[in-house]
């Protein structure tokens, strides 16, 4: 387990260095676009909720990069036939978490942001909204000689449920908190700090920095 979490992250770097460039200049464009419409249109900037923005942004660049990676995506073809895949790893082996939990872990986030957005009631919008994306993500996959696999997208839809489950249990959480703990302020130099020590960690996998 230890072997195919660092791998995860081995994985995880590389696509982080692959794509700093693009991720870099993306990003830069979107915030500065998005002080100045702030800022001509006199909205109140609330820096966490922009904050979430950008990570939700970073997070599809990443998902992407993850997704259609050769090592990871490197059987081509088709599978219609829901459970298949999934019965077909041995619980525990390190296919298991890569191409069951990993599909299922790998998506929680997805389901946590847009529930931020969507602040829905119900779980049916995150459903609908992660069958399209994964479906849409699996499309692109045998387009490109990859593989399309209905499990995936099982699998997937899972991990938004989760990544939505754990949105309304932070809500529900947030309500009991002290009155202090609820202030936007907090939350503004938490996501600061976060800020900081990704440009810090970013500017390391560029060389710019020694860490």
């Known amino acids: 387990m230890i072997e195919v979490i660092q791998r995860i ?4 770097a590389e696509s982080i260095d692959t794509m700093w460039p693009m991720l870099t200049i993306f990003l830069v464009v979107i ?3 998005r002080i100045a419409a702030i800022k001509s249109n006199n909205e109140e900037l609330v820096f966490y909720k922009e904050f979430i923005s950008l990570l939700f942004i970073i997070y599809v660049f990443l998902l992407y990069e993850l ?6 995506n490197f059987v081509s073809g088709y599978n219609l036939v829901p459970f298949t895949e999934i019965f077909r790893y041995r619980i525990g082996s ?3 978490y890569f191409n069951v939990i990993g599909n299922i872990v790998i998506f929680i986030p997805f389901g946590y942001f847009i529930s931020t957005y969507i602040k829905p009631n119900r779980i049916l919008p995150i459903l609908i909204v992660s069958v399209i ?6 499309f692109v996959q045998f387009c490109i000689g990859r593989s399309f696999d209905v499990d995936d997208i099982i699998l997937n839809a899972l991990g938004s449920i989760l990544g939505f489950l754990i949105y309304v249990s932070l809500n529900a959480i947030k309500k009991y908190l002290p009155s202090f703990l609820k ?5 503004n130099i938490l996501c600061f700090i976060i800020l900081i020590i990704m440009i810090l960690y970013l500017l390391g996998r560029m060389g710019v920095i020694s860490l």
Do not use: C, G, H, P
């Open 183 to 187: 202030q936007d302020l907090i939350y």
């Open 31 to 33: 915030a500065t676009v």
């Open 94 to 96: 390190e296919q298991f």
């Open 67 to 72: 997704l259609t990676r050769t090592e990871l």
């Open 133 to 138: 994306s994964s479906a849409t993500v699996e």
């Open 9 to 12: 992250m081995d994985i995880i």
